[in-house]
């Protein structure tokens, strides 16, 4: 089936192009990428072909750059994997291009074995199978696949299953830059299909409203419902007309025009009735049915250099379901967290975090408060001594701001020495560590004294002993150390550290 609804031959000359490998030998040919047997039926899952040649495959030179665009999904062949590139007169699996990743498929050879195809890539206007020597054996590979031999080239239910979801979402870009264009006058630059299940995105030169995606979401959403019929016409390239197309930085060609490095000949047009007419070389769905265009109610702005663009997200078919269901869920196991209806979540978080922030505030004021306390008791302890006080008090804290703490009390301390007008010398150590005991622990330590030479001495006794990391200036210094605290034998080693400084 060369002509049909979907698929219209405008110049006959391409029916000869279109191999069907039956062809006598010696010489087999391939049909051009533009009018493989995937792209004039694009529900095709198996075709009989004939093999026309086969090469062992020279591993892919690395990539250039660093490639921070987690974008187009382009399965990568496994460094060591052993593979052969094959040529056939014709298939269904359709190589990379238009912005549509390549396809993942099997080919049968006449001894029953099933070789995957881990990436179908067009070279130059051919399309070429990588196809995995799973046993390293290449010769027997290649045995397998000489030039004329028959094979069963197929896609199976998981690479049906991704080509469907790709195809579902190149037709859904087409329409939805259709309507950015002649309703918002908004060119598309450029468009990734990302990798399953994440939205796919178009690019265009500015963010757009809420009403303005909503009116462009119903205007597809009506096409859908009506079902437009999609078809694909064909005629032999003319190079003196068709322009090549720019590319974007990452190398995917966009817009209207056709890869530089394009020699397949043949000039391939998708029309959706009534809505647009695109020159792409992708497979796209025979309608518009169940389409279904959702478009995430934002757009993310970008800056790149010295051009703004924004990021329009969207879903479709198969990949909006799974978006869906996987957003419901979060959502539903939210709201069973909060006890509460599903519509109810945006505003009991809010409430969580309200209370979150005043139960923050709270916890603040009254470490203030006992840091008085604990300060005033110190200060007591200190009247009617002789000489240095010397004091250790260590606390139990699970607090992450332990430390901070330990901060307040020495201020309190500070402010109520200075305010009692007392001459008494000290150097009081403050530690504090986990309740529970654990090697992972992170136990604090704050000193503070009336004199920086014994504020420093004590310090690097605790670095010496403890382990402590830390440092100070003049009065204070604070640390940290890692492990268990243990009372006992920690505390007895602090006492000593303090009783040896005089
Ligand atoms: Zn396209």
Redesign the pocket.
Known sequence: MHDSAYHKILNPVLRDWIHTGIEKGPEFYSTPVGILACQRDPLLRTLDATVVFSVLSSPPPPAKGKNTKKAVLAPTIPLDAVCIEVCLNDTVIFPEG???PTDNGQITTPDGTVWNVLQAKRHGGQAIHYVHVQDGNVDRALQSFCPGAHVKVELDRAGFDRRYDHMTL?TS??LLSALLETRLNLPTLSWSLTSYPSPCYVEIPRGMTVEEISMIQEEANRLVFEGRPIHVEVDVLDPTTTKTVEKTESGRAIGRGLPEDYTGGVHRV?HINGVDV?P???T?LPSLNNLQLFILPHTDALSRSSTTVARLSFLAGPRLITYLTSTHNYLTSTAAILSCGTPQVPERVQQVVDDRKSATRRIEDVEFELARYIAADLCRDMQGGDGLFKKHVHRTDDSATALTFLTAISSAFSDTVAKSGTETPYLVVLSSSPSAQLPTNTNVVFILGSDAKRVKEAGDGLKAKLAVKGGGKGSKWSGKSQGMWKAEKDNTVVEEILSSIV
């Open positions: 238009g912005g549509q190149h870009q087409h998708v695109n792409c070389c992708g796209h």
